[in-house]
Nanobody, 121 residues
Framework: QLQLVESGGGPVQPGGSLRLSCAAS????????IGWFRQAPGKEREVVSC????????YYADSVKGRFTISRDNAKNTVYLQMASLKPEDTAVYYC??????????????WGQGTQVTVSS
């Protein structure tokens, strides 16, 4: 099956940086748009960012724009989310998935385990 595995999460201090990785197996992620999503306890899952397959265009939620950067390395079959200036409200489980379209919460396939990001002092 097509599979995406998230990694790179962990505890960080406010203002710190962290890079999440989304590694693909079973398919070439270069053919697909890949999105990052997150969900905090008591909140709905939200779209964080997305990168297209064709021209590399990107989408960012207003809450992270200017702080997060999404990128892809097709040679490594991996999509990254570089997070900077982290805030406590960024605390969540982060997931990557293939979206129906960039900016949509609808995804193709099932959700994985995700990776926990905890921003606190």
């Amino acid at each position: 099956q097509l599979q995406l595995v998230e990694s790179g999460g962990g505890p960080v201090q406010p203002g710190g940086s962290l890079r999440l990785s989304c590694a693909a197996s079973g398919f070439n992620l270069g053919y697909y748009a890949i999105g990052w999503f997150r969900q905090a306890p008591g909140k709905e899952r939200e779209v964080v960012s997305c990168i297209s397959s064709s021209d590399g265009s990107t989408y960012y939620a207003d809450s992270v724009k200017g702080r997060f950067t999404i990128s892809r390395d097709n040679a490594k079959n991996t999509v990254y989310l570089q997070m900077a200036s982290l805030k406590p409200e960024d605390t969540a489980v982060y997931y990557c998935a293939r979206p129906s379209r960039c900016g949509s919460k609808s995804v193709i396939g099932s959700w994985g385990q995700g990776t926990q990001v905890t921003v606190s002092s």
